[in-house]
Every structure is written in structure tokens, then in C-alpha cells.
């Protein structure tokens, strides 16, 4: 068994091809405890036992709503305990990938998908964020890596119009301040901006859609999961201790046009 030295906590890491499942397998395969916060329990403990069982790690799996403060705050209290029994090693890393998308019209939006786009995308980086945090600052090492788009950047998109474009925004610029902010804690803050990824939140898309989508990248074709998760884990190590606040573009060169 790798030697487990810290706990890796992810939000929305259930589904089969998303890019949340990839990064947890990651972690632990890098030696990781980890910890899966979903809105489903059922998934979320499944995906967590089946990590433990090929990786033989640690792993737990929570129901959250990312975008309720206390259910986030029970989260919490149950990671500490864990923490505390010595089931999970300290936490050493957060990864913020819950999020939704709206890929409808901006004048054919309302105020409630508006409010719920920003609630998961946004304000459940903030929460998630805030109870997590003050564990890290205590155990004097910690990495949090926040999951934007280049939606954010270029606005818009196919599967991503304005609310997702706006709460996307939003997270690098919480990203940049909480960086500053806690700089001198020594623990870091930075975002990511994937473009396409095969995922299974673009299923139902057509293959027209989807031959638009990689003839836009310069590279060609769309990024893999596998490939979002090794930056996220990347950003969670050692080796990246002097990067904080900073956006890394991972859309094989979408950003340039």
C-alpha cells in the first residue's frame, strides 16, 4: 500500500465519465485518501468503496448540496471525525468541481436558473471553501484548486451560455482573491479553465455539434478527463508549492482565437 499522507476532498465526483471520478482515481492513485461530496449519497459512497478497493486507500463518500450551508457544514463535521478516528489522514487538498451548466438562451433564461446556476457553481465553491479551509490553515499545508471553464473567458458556448459564463467568472475571481488573501498561510488557491471534454454532460449533443466543437481547437480534437485530472492533481502536489492564484487554460489552445 502507497503511504497515505493527506485526504483529497472532491464536489461532484460521481459521474461515470466526469472529470470529478477521473481526478478521485488520480488522487489515489497517487496515494491519496479521498473524500467524494455529491448530491447523490448512494453514488457518492459507491464511486468512494470502489476507489478504496482498487487503490487501497481511504475513501468516504458524502451526500452534499454544494450550494447548502449546512449540509456542507455536516459534511464537514463528518470528515473531521473521520479525520479524528483515524480512518482519513488530514486534509490536504480540495478540489471544487460540482457544477452545473445552461445552455439555454439568454432571453429565454429565468431568475430561478439563473439563481440555481450561480448556487452550484459559485456560491458552492465559496461554501465548500470556507469549511474546508480553516483544516488546512491548521495542519500548515493545504491546496485548493477551483473548476472554471474558458466559457468564463470567451462566453459562451454550446453546452454554456450566460448564468454558467457568469458563475465561471465569478470563480476566478474568488480564485484571485482568496489567493492573496491566504498567501501568507502558505496554502494556495489557483483555478482551471477546461474547454471541451468528453464528458457525459455533453451527451445529447449531435455528432454535427460535435465535429463543430473539435474543428474549433487548435489541437483538433477535445481533452480528455484523464488529462483535466493530472493538471487538478499536479496543482495538489509539491511540485507546484510556488503557483497560486493562477489560471491554468487547459483547452488545447481554444484560448488563442
Avoid at 467568472?169 to 471541451?196: H, M, S
Wanted: charged share 15%; aromatic share 6%.
Amino acid at each position: 500500500m502507497t503511504s497515505i499522507q493527506r485526504t483529497a476532498i472532491l464536489t461532484g465526483a460521481t459521474s461515470e465519465k466526469g472529470i470529478g471520478v477521473a481526478t478521485a482515481r488520480r488522487y489515489a492513485s497517487e496515494g491519496w485518501g479521498v473524500v467524494i461530496l455529491d448530491l447523490d449519497g448512494e453514488k457518492s459512497a459507491k464511486t468512494a468503496q470502489d476507489i478504496a478497493n482498487e487503490f487501497n486507500v481511504p475513501a468516504f463518500g458524502h451526500e452534499v448540496d454544494v450550494a447548502d450551508e449546512a449540509s456542507v457544514a455536516a459534511a464537514a463535521a463528518a470528515v473531521a471525525t473521520e479525520v479524528g478516528a483515524g480512518r482519513l489522514p488530514v486534509v490536504g487538498a480540495l478540489a471544487n468541481i460540482a457544477g452545473i451548466t445552461s445552455p439555454v438562451p439568454f432571453l429565454e433564461t429565468d431568475l430561478a436558473l439563473w439563481n440555481k446556476v450561480m448556487a452550484v457553481n459559485a456560491t458552492g465553491t465559496y461554501l465548500v471553501t470556507k469549511a474546508f479551509l480553516p483544516a488546512m490553515i491548521e495542519a500548515g499545508w493545504g491546496r485548493i484548486v477551483n473548476m472554471s471553464s474558458v466559457s468564463a473567458q470567451r462566453g459562451g458556448g454550446v453546452f454554456g451560455k450566460v448564468p454558467y459564463s457568469a458563475a465561471k467568472a465569478a470563480i476566478l475571481g474568488f480564485t484571485k482573491a482568496l489567493a492573496r488573501e491566504i498567501a501568507p498561510t502558505g496554502i494556495t488557491v489557483n483555478a482551471i479553465t477546461p474547454g471541451a471534454v468528453d464528458t457525459n454532460i455533453r451527451v445529447g449533443s449531435t455528432d454535427e455539434q460535435e465535429a463543430a466543437i473539435a474543428r474549433d481547437i487548435p489541437l483538433g480534437r477535445t481533452a480528455s478527463t484523464e488529462e483535466i485530472a493530472s493538471v487538478i492533481t499536479w496543482l495538489s502536489s509539491d511540485g507546484a508549492s510556488y503557483l497560486t492564484g493562477t489560471t491554468v487554460d487547459i483547452n488545447g489552445g481554444s484560448h488563442i482565437h
